[in-house]
């Protein structure tokens, strides 16, 4: 199968060192749970080139991971699916993002750097995408049958027509791939 992931808030822990700077910049101490709407400098009350750069000094850390998702991602690799890593960072930073992928030892068939809220516009041909961005997997629904949101305080809606399904971890991503693979 062709499987597309986002990297920040699926792959890394974004907001964990998101959080550590704005204490270092702000002083102020924020949580995941405080994190409402993925629009960052609605959350802290700056302007979009302040949010700008600290998203940019964030992109820049060497982020953590999420639980699980270097060994999910060499298990779905090493099965042959072909991974696709999609992802709205900094255009500039694409050699950061490639380094950090490195890094953390991701592999993967194919990355695609886009603008926020245009992933979806993506010319790949996907059978499952993992987003949490709730604009870019309403956008994928048009043309992706298997949306998994990865659940967090920003991406939380009533979902009335069942366009995607809610993931909490990457045990629940795995389930879900080898569900459809036995479909």
């Known amino acids: 199968m062709n499987l597309g992931f986002d990297i920040d808030g699926v792959i890394s822990d974004f907001v964990k060192t998101f959080a550590e700077l704005v204490k270092k910049h702000y002083n102020l101490t924020i949580t995941e749970a405080d994190v409402y709407c993925h629009d960052l400098d609605l959350v802290l009350g700056i302007s ?8 940019r000094e964030t992109l820049q850390e060497n982020l953590a991971l999420n639980l699980g998702a270097r060994e999910s991602i060499h ?3 090493s099965n042959g699916h072909k991974i696709v890593i ?16 490195k890094r953390k030892d991701i592999p993967y ?23 949490d961005n709730l604009e870019d997997a309403i956008g994928w629904s048009k043309k992706v049958k298997n949306i998994l949101i990865y659940d967090h305080p920003w991406n939380q809606s009533f979902n009335v ?3 995607f399904k809610r993931v909490r971890n990457w045990n629940e991503i795995l389930k879900e791939i080898e569900h459809l693979e036995g479909n």
Request: proline content about 0%.
């Open 109 to 131: 068939s194919q990355l695609i750097h886009l603008n926020e809220g245009e992933k979806h516009l993506a010319d790949v041909n996907l059978d499952l995408v993992v987003e």
């Open 75 to 77: 298990k779905l690799y």
């Open 161 to 163: 027509k069942g366009l």
């Open 48 to 55: 979009k080139e302040e949010r700008n750069g600290i998203i």
């Open 86 to 101: 999609l992802t709205a960072r900094f255009h500039d930073l694409l050699k950061v993002t490639e380094d950090w992928l």
